[in-house]
């Protein structure tokens, strides 16, 4: 059995996802190295030992979730304790949290950040994708199939985003639409949902209103002004997404050398995590961007076909969650600071530097790789029993597994 199963893994999605890891390990050396000794007084391989040691831990989280069965996860019970520590860990945020970036998202221990936000992420996905399979012979009803799930969902989104962090809330909100959107109702129900969140909005839209100072802060105001035009304020709000321009700008198709770049020298602050990317097309140019850029596209469009293939409902709704979190967050960060969208300090899916970001990946991607495994694994083995036999033995299986 063990034979059989280690032909079924997904080695083209292991490898695309190891050599993601790869590159971002050394362009978070070549983008951080100066960055370590001015700003932090710190020895210029700083960010990339302690990068290097959260792989570590992230790649031997992976091969935990590689060989773990993702049936485990359905568990109810496991489910409410996953979401009980995510609602306590975000609102102990409030009383102990450490603030970093004008946003108080961290714990710090012993000189490292944990970002409770992240986990939620991979939280959410799990509980939804959970729910919304048990829920298939009545999704329809959206009293007692669709609302619920989303009512949680929605309290956790609000937790991050008072922090506040918008860009993880609207990520985790994005992914919770996806889920929901794929979870199997109908297009009444879907015309029913569309209709309800509008007088939902209506009904807020006055406290909204109240607290409109509060919800577009200077800060914030300045990062749609600098979206719009950053040039008018280049050494202000525009500031970095012109530094980022001229990044991305100075590296043509070939770029001016791995560990070359002007920007990291000052220029461009968060050049390891948020805007590693202009570092990335500044030193190795249109195709470094096309590197990164095409194998974030095949680990998203190979999730969505392991979802697609997937006969049962969680595993299915599960790699559609972990695909779309990569390509929302993907698209968040490239969308920032190429200008298509505001800034909101979203780290860039397997390369930008994070511990908590870059765990719950190599988790979330293990999840996918299993998932995987078992589609492949159930269709050798249809093939190789008879017909009459097949669908008892794999019952058998499934149960013999299902924690």
Known sequence: MLKRMLKSYDYSLIFAVFLLCGFGLVMVYSSSMITAVTRYGKDSDFFFDRQLMFLTFGMIIFLFMAFFPYKAFANQKFQKFLL?????????????????????????????????????????????????????????????????????????????????????????????????????????????????????????????????????????????????????????????????????????????????????????????????????????????????????????????????????????????GISSMIAIQSFINLGGISGLIPLTGVTLPFISYGGSSLVVLMASAGILVNISMFNDYFDRYKRKQPVNTTKIKENQYKKSINI
């Open 84 to 320: 009980l520590v995510s609602v306590l860990a975000l609102f102990s945020l409030f009383l102990v949290g450490h603030v970093a970036g004008n946003a108080q998202s961290w714990f710090r221990i012993a000189n490292y950040g944990i970002q409770p936000g992240e986990f939620a992420k991979l939280t959410v996905i799990l509980y939804l994708s959970s729910v919304y399979a048990k829920k298939q012979s009545y999704i329809d009803n959206l009293g007692a199939g669709i609302a619920p799930p989303a009512i949680i969902t929605l309290f956790i989104c609000a937790l991050v985003a008072v922090q506040p962090d918008i860009g993880t809330a609207s990520i985790i909100g994005l992914i919770a639409l996806c889920i929901i959107l794929c979870s199997g109702f109908s297009g009444k129900t879907l015309l029913k949902l569309v209709l309800l969140t509008g007088i939902v909005l209506l009904l807020v839209s006055p406290l909204i209103l109240l607290n409109l100072d509060n919800i577009l802060t200077e800060g914030r105001l300045n990062r749609f002004e600098s979206y719009q035009n950053p040039f008018k304020d280049a050494k202000g709000s525009g500031f970095q997404v012109v530094n980022s321009y001229l990044a991305i700008g100075s590296g043509g198709l070939f770029g001016l050398g791995l560990g070359e770049s002007v920007q990291k020298y000052g220029y461009l602050p968060e050049t390891h995590t948020d805007f590693i990317m202009a570092i990335i097309a500044e030193e190795l140019g249109i195709f470094g961007v096309l590197f990164v850029v095409l194998l974030l596209g095949f680990i998203v469009l190979k999730g969505f076909y392991i979802a697609r293939k997937c006969d049962d409902p969680f595993g299915s709704l599960l790699a559609i």
